[in-house]
C-alpha cells in the first residue's frame, strides 16, 4: 500500500499507481528511500518535486545554492545522524529548528532529529539532489576536505621543534593534512607577495586571510575542525607552550623556499572567544638587499639620506605609522654602514630581520631588557652605529640623545605623523630643546602607496581637478600622464601590483635648530622647511603620481593634507 510522498504523487496524478508501486518494490529490494529511486530513475525533475511538495505539504521552499555551506550551524544535529536520515540544520531560535529536508513524509527521520534535538522542528522542502550533495559533503571528513585544498607534492623545509608534543590527539583531523595545509598557505603568501597572514576562528566559520599591499584579502576558508591543529601546530614550530591559550605570545619560525633563500615569520597569537587567533609577519630579508635606490626615495632625498647616514655621529629618525615601512628603511641604511671596521649594535622589540654582522638585541620588559637598559650596554660595548627601534619615553629618549652627542650615530622610529611633528614629540616627551637640535640630525617621515600595475590606462582630468588635488600650475605642462588602476591577471584585479615609499625628509639646518632652541611649534618648523625645499608627503606622492608609478587616489589616500 502506497503512502507519503508516493501516494500524494499518484494522488496529483504526476504518478501512475503502477509506476509508484514499480518504484516503492524498488526502493525496498535496494534499502533505499522512495524518494532516491523517484529522483534517479528520471521519473520527476528534483526541482518540480520540490515545488510539488512544498505546495502539496504546505513547507516553505528553500535554495541550498543560495547559503554558504561553510557557515551552517553543523553543532545543532549530531553528524552521523544528519548522514543518516538525509536532515541538515539550518538555524535555531528558541526551541524551534529549521531543518533542511527533501521528503518531509518521513515521518521517522523527523522523530530522530526531535529526539536527539529535543526541539520542535519546522521542515523546510529543498531540492533532493543539492541536499544529496550537501550530505556528501558532511560525509567527508575535515582531513579529507583539506587535503582537497593541498598540492600533495608540496615539501618545504618548515623549521620545527621536533621535542615539542601536540594537542587533541582525538581530533578528526590528522597531522598530516594540516601539516602540508600550512606549507601551502605559506607558500601561497609569499608568492603573492603579502605582508601579513591572519588565522581568525569564529563560532561558525574559520577563515584565512592575507595582507597584499596593504590590503586584507580573504584566502581561504578551511574547515572549522582543523582550528585546534592548526593553531598547535603553528605554535609547535615558533616555539611557544602549546598548552597555554589563554594569554597572548609570541615567537618565530622560518621556511626554507629554495636553495640559499629562507623567509622568517614573527608569530603573534591572541586568545578570542572562539579559539586563538595568529597573526605571522613576514620577513623576507631580501627586502633589506634591494639598497636604498628601490625604496623609492626621489634623487634629492636620497642623497640627503645617504649624507646624514655616512656622518660619524648624530641622531636620525624615522617616523610614520604601524606597517609605513620604516623598519626596512632602517634595515637599508644599517647595510650600507655594515663593514668590517663598524660595531653596529641594534634593539628591537622584536628584532624582525636576521642580518649577519649586526649585533641584534630583542627587549624583554619583564626581564628587565628594556630599550633603556639595552642602550646603556651597547655605550659599553665600543659602538660605531645604534639602532632602536623605537623611542618610547623620556628615558630612551635621553639615552640615545646622550650616545648621539658623544660619537656614536644613533637611529631610531617615532610614531608621528610627519617630520615637523616628531621635534615637537620629543619635546613634549621632556627631552630638552638644546638636546635635540644638537643631536638630531635628520628626520624622515614615510608612508606606503600602490604601485600601479603594467595594466594601467591614462586617466583624462582638467586643470581644475588637478589643483584641486595638490598639483601647482607650474606642473601642468603636458610632459606627464596621471594613470588610473585597471586589473587583470597579473594584479589578481586591483590595479596595482607592490608598494613604494613617500618620503619628506628634512635635514636638521642650522635655521631649524633656532627655531627648535626658541621653543617653536611644528607649523614654525614646517614653514621653514619648506622654505629649503622639503617637500611634504603630499607633495612627493604628486611627484610619483607625475613619474606614472602611482595613481591620485592612492596618494589622497594615504597622505594627510
Avoid at 594613470?483 to 615609499?501: A, F, Q, T
Wanted: net charge negative; glycine share 8%; charged share 25%.
Amino acid at each position: 500500500m502506497l503512502a507519503g510522498l508516493a501516494r500524494a504523487l499518484v494522488q496529483h496524478r504526476l504518478l501512475r499507481p503502477d509506476q509508484a508501486v514499480a518504484i516503492q518494490k524498488k526502493a525496498d529490494a535496494a534499502r533505499t528511500p522512495f524518494i532516491d529511486e523517484l529522483t534517479q530513475g528520471g521519473h520527476l525533475p528534483a526541482l518540480q518535486l520540490a515545488r510539488f511538495v512544498a505546495e502539496t505539504f504546505g513547507h516553505p521552499l528553500f535554495d541550498l545554492a543560495a547559503v554558504d555551506v561553510e557557515r551552517l550551524p553543523g553543532d545543532l544535529i549530531d553528524r552521523k545522524l544528519a548522514i543518516e536520515t538525509r536532515v541538515i540544520a539550518l538555524g535555531k531560535r528558541g526551541s524551534r529548528l529549521s531543518v533542511a529536508i527533501s521528503d518531509p513524509t518521513d515521518l521517522q527521520a523527523l522523530d530522530r532529529i526531535k529526539f536527539q534535538t529535543e526541539s520542535t522542528l519546522d521542515p523546510v522542502v529543498v531540492e533532493h539532489d543539492k541536499l544529496l550533495k550537501l550530505v556528501e559533503r558532511l560525509g567527508r571528513s575535515a582531513a579529507q576536505r583539506l587535503a582537497e585544498l593541498v598540492d600533495e607534492s608540496l615539501e618545504l623545509d618548515l623549521a620545527s621543534d621536533e621535542g615539542a608534543a601536540t594537542l587533541d590527539t582525538n581530533s578528526e583531523v590528522d597531522d598530516a593534512p594540516v601539516v602540508k595545509f600550512l606549507q601551502k598557505v605559506l607558500l601561497d603568501a609569499i608568492q603573492a607577495g603579502a605582508s601579513d597572514l591572519h588565522f581568525e576562528p569564529y563560532e561558525k566559520f574559520y577563515r584565512i586571510r592575507m595582507r597584499v599591499d596593504g590590503e586584507l584579502r580573504e584566502f581561504a576558508q578551511p574547515p572549522l575542525a582543523i582550528k585546534e591543529k592548526l593553531a598547535s601546530r603553528i605554535k609547535v614550530i615558533s616555539r611557544m607552550d602549546i598548552s597555554e591559550r589563554r594569554v597572548p605570545q609570541d615567537g618565530r619560525m622560518k621556511l626554507a623556499i629554495g636553495p640559499g633563500r629562507s623567509i622568517d615569520f614573527r608569530v603573534s597569537t591572541l586568545p578570542t572567544l572562539f579559539g586563538e587567533k595568529i597573526v605571522m609577519r613576514i620577513l623576507d630579508p631580501q627586502a633589506t638587499k634591494l639598497g636604498i635606490d628601490a625604496l623609492g626615495y626621489e634623487p634629492d632625498q636620497r642623497e640627503a639620506m645617504l649624507e646624514a647616514i655616512r656622518r660619524p655621529y648624530g641622531m636620525i629618525l624615522v617616523t610614520g605609522p604601524t606597517g609605513s615601512g620604516k623598519t626596512v628603511s632602517l634595515y637599508s641604511c644599517l647595510n650600507i654602514l655594515n663593514q668590517p671596521g663598524i660595531n653596529i649594535s641594534t634593539a628591537e622589540d622584536p628584532a624582525e630581520i636576521n642580518l649577519p654582522g649586526i649585533n641584534q638585541v630583542n627587549v624583554n620588559d619583564k626581564a628587565g631588557l628594556s630599550f633603556a637598559a639595552a642602550l646603556r650596554s651597547f655605550l659599553r660595548q665600543d659602538p660605531d652605529v645604534i639602532m632602536v627601534g623605537e623611542i618610547r619615553d623620556l628615558e630612551t629618549a635621553d639615552i640615545a640623545i646622550k650616545a648621539a652627542q658623544t660619537g656614536h650615530m644613533v637611529m631610531s622610529t617615532l610614531h608621528t605623523n610627519d617630520a615637523p611633528t616628531t621635534l615637537t614629540r620629543m619635546m613634549n616627551m621632556g627631552v630638552a630643546p638644546f638636546n635635540i637640535a644638537s643631536s638630531v640630525i635628520l628626520i624622515t617621515a614615510q608612508r606606503l602607496a600602490r604601485r600601479l600595475c603594467a595594466c594601467k590606462q591614462p586617466l583624462d582630468l582638467d586643470e581644475d581637478a588637478l589643483l584641486q588635488a595638490g598639483f601647482l600650475e607650474s606642473d601642468l605642462d603636458g610632459s606627464w600622464q596621471p594613470y588610473r588602476p585597471v586589473g587583470c591577471e597579473h594584479c589578481s584585479g586591483s590595479g596595482y601590483k607592490g608598494r613604494l615609499g613617500i618620503y619628506q625628509v628634512m635635514p636638521i639646518t642650522e635655521e631649524i635648530q633656532r627655531i627648535i632652541l626658541g621653543n617653536g611649534n611644528a607649523l614654525q618648523i614646517a614653514d621653514q622647511a619648506r622654505r629649503e625645499g622639503v617637500r611634504d608627503l603630499r607633495r612627493s606622492g604628486l611627484i610619483k603620481v607625475m613619474h606614472g608609478v602611482t595613481s591620485i587616489e592612492e596618494v589622497l589616500g594615504v597622505t594627510n593634507e
